[in-house]
């Protein structure tokens, strides 16, 4: 959960369409931009740690290095086959 009180500083280069986009809502809406960068983040940070957390061990399963198991192996281990 965010708060402010536990807030970090951060710096961030943003292309200059990016930045001039942001800087419009910003002024448009009386919002800040620090706030729009964090409702971005905040909004899409769990989407990207499941697309690149998986796509690590996507990468581990082709090489070898991470363990697959059958639906009917994980049953069984679990006391489940029917």
């Known amino acids: 959960m965010y708060s402010e009180n536990s807030a970090m500083p951060t710096s961030i280069r943003l292309p200059k369409e990016i930045e001039e986009r942001l800087d419009a809502l910003a002024r448009q809406t009386g919002r800040t931009k620090a706030f729009y960068l ?17 796509a690590r061990v996507a990468e581990k399963v082709r090489q070898g290095r991470e363990a697959v198991f059958s639906e009917e192996q994980v049953r069984q281990e679990l006391g489940l086959a029917d």
């Open 38 to 54: 964090r409702e971005i983040i905040l909004e899409h940070i769990d989407d990207l740690e499941d697309y690149y957390l998986a």
